[in-house]
Each structure stands twice: as C-alpha cells, then as structure tokens.
C-alpha cells in the first residue's frame, strides 16, 4: 500500500492549493479517502473525507466553505482543493485510507494508510 502526497507549498493568505494523493498497491475504489493535518505540537486533526464511490463527502467546520475534496478513482487519486487559505491553514497534510464509514471515517485511528504528508505554509 502506497500514498504518495504532493502539491504543497508556500502560499500568502487568501490564495489556493491543490493537494493530490496518488494511491497503488490496493483497490483504491473499496476505501474511503481522507484528508487530515498535523501543525507542530497538535494532534492529527479531520479534515475531510470522501465515500468509495465520491457521492458523499464531509468537511471539518474549521474548512468548510473554503476545502473541497474530490476523487478520480480511475487516476487512483483523491485530491484536495484549498481556497481562502487562512495562516492557521498551516500544517503537514496527509492523506489516508480507510475501510470505515462516517462518522468513524473521521477519526485519525480509523486509518491504517497513510501518505507521506505535504508541507502547507500560509503566510500572512
């Protein structure tokens, strides 16, 4: 099982990113996809998640309006789109995958799968 993150960066307040997480090694279709992030001396907090098949999602308060999450599960890729970023959108992003459904699906425990993690930094 692979997860490999990229797209992360520096970027002002107020711009955008897009996060992508390329999975292998596994029926990316059969698992529900997250996103969540880490800011130094925090514990890994939800951000979004995306059913099998990308009909459903659900988002943290702290984002909502703002991150978008979507899958190609063709590409294999869960991607992540983040607009009106805020410097406490600062944070090591990391990508996961889980068998468990919502509401369990946004509890870091859940995850047996993790990506490496992308630096995001917002500037002010």
């Known amino acids: 099982v692979q997860l490999q993150a990229s797209g992360g960066g520096l970027v002002q307040a107020g711009g955008s990113l897009r996060l992508s997480c390329a999975a292998s090694?596994?029926?990316?279709?059969?698992?529900?996809m997250g996103w969540f992030r880490q800011a130094p001396g925090k514990e890994r907090e939800f951000v979004a998640i995306?059913?099998?098949?990308?009909?459903?999602?659900h988002v943290a308060d702290s984002v909502k309006g703002r991150f978008t999450i979507a899958r190609d599960n063709a590409k294999r890729t869960v991607y992540l789109q983040m607009n009106s970023l805020k410097p406490e959108d600062t944070a090591v992003y990391y990508c996961?995958?889980?068998?468990?459904?919502?509401?369990?699906?946004?509890?870091?425990?859940?995850?047996?799968?993790w990506g490496q993690g992308t630096q995001v930094t917002v500037s002010s």
């Open positions: 995306i059913t099998r098949s990308g009909s459903a999602t």
């Open positions: 090694g596994f029926t990316f279709r059969n698992y529900v």
């Open positions: 996961g995958a889980t068998t468990t459904i919502y509401p369990r699906s946004t509890q870091a425990e859940q995850y047996g799968h």
